[in-house]
C-alpha cells in the first residue's frame, strides 16, 4: 500500500539543524511532489514548501528561505527536509505529504502523508 | 500573503449537520481541498476540488463553494467526527500552498 515513513522524534538545541527523513513505498516516487507541512503545539498547518523528486526543483514558503533545504535520494525513495538555526517556535510536529505534479496537483490536493516528526528546540 | 478564515470552533449534536465555512478573496476561481485531523494523528484529506471525495471517505462528507466562501457539510454527524478540520488552496499569485486557521469540531 502507498505510505510514507518518516524519522524518528529529534530533540535540538537553539541554533542546531536537523534533518527529517520520509520513505516513500508503493507507488512511484519520482511521480509525485513531496511537500513539507508543520504543526507547532496546539497550532493550525503550515505549509513549508516542495521538491520534485524527478528533477530536485524546489519551492519554498517565504517564511522559510534560507533556512530551509529540501532534497531527495532517489535511489532508496526518500525525500530529506533540513532546516537550520533553529529556534524554540521551530518546535512542531513536520510532515510530508504527496501530491500529483503541475495543475493535478492543485486540483487533486495531499492525498498522502507521513506519520510526522516531532523536533523539539530547547536548550 | 492569501489568507484563509475559518470559524475556530463548531459545536454539533449528534445525528445532525454541520456547516465548516472557508472564507478567502477570489477563493470562487480556487481549488479547495479540506482535511480531517484527529488528536495525535496526520491530516487526511477529506474532500478534493472543491467537492469531490477520495475513495474510502463517507458520503456524509461534502464540499461546495459560493462567492468567497466554501463550505465542508458534515450530514449525519457521528462522535468519531470530532477533529479539526483545515481548507487549503493553491495560491497561484505567490505559488505557495496555503491552509485556513483550522475549525474544532465538538459532538455534543
Known amino acids: 500500500q502507498v505510505q510514507l515513513v518518516q524519522s524518528g522524534a529529534e530533540v535540538k538545541k537553539p541554533g542546531a539543524s536537523v534533518k527529517v527523513s520520509c520513505k516513500a513505498s508503493g507507488y512511484t516516487f519520482t511521480g509525485y511532489y513531496m511537500h513539507w507541512v508543520r504543526q507547532a503545539p496546539g497550532q493550525g498547518l503550515e505549509w513549508m514548501g516542495w521538491?520534485?523528486?524527478?528533477?530536485?526543483?524546489?519551492n519554498y514558503a517565504q517564511k522559510f528561505q534560507g533556512r530551509v533545504t529540501m532534497t531527495r535520494d532517489t535511489s532508496i525513495s526518500t525525500a530529506y527536509m533540513e532546516l537550520s538555526r533553529l529556534r524554540s517556535d521551530d518546535t512542531a510536529v513536520y510532515y510530508c505529504?504527496?501530491?500529483?505534479?503541475?495543475?493535478?496537483?492543485?486540483?487533486?490536493?495531499?492525498?498522502?502523508w507521513g506519520q510526522g516528526t516531532t523536533v523539539t528546540v530547547s536548550s | 500573503s492569501y489568507v484563509l478564515t475559518q470559524p475556530p470552533s463548531v459545536s454539533v449534536a449528534p445525528g445532525q449537520t454541520a456547516r465548516l465555512t472557508c472564507g478567502g478573496n477570489?477563493?470562487?476561481?480556487?481549488?479547495v481541498h479540506w482535511y480531517q485531523q484527529k488528536p495525535g494523528q496526520a491530516p487526511v484529506l477529506v474532500v478534493y476540488?472543491?467537492?469531490d471525495r477520495p475513495s474510502g471517505i463517507p458520503e456524509r462528507f461534502s464540499g461546495s463553494k459560493s462567492g468567497n466562501t466554501a463550505t465542508l457539510t458534515i450530514s449525519r454527524v457521528e462522535a468519531g467526527d470530532e477533529a479539526d478540520y483545515y481548507c487549503q488552496v493553491w495560491d497561484s499569485r505567490s505559488d505557495h500552498y496555503v491552509f485556513g486557521t483550522g475549525t474544532k469540531v465538538t459532538v455534543l
Open positions: 476540488d472543491d467537492s
Open positions: 505529504a504527496r501530491v500529483l505534479p503541475g495543475v493535478r496537483g492543485v486540483l487533486w490536493g495531499m492525498d498522502v
Open positions: 477570489n477563493i470562487g476561481i480556487k481549488s
Open positions: 521538491i520534485n523528486p524527478n528533477s530536485g526543483g524546489t
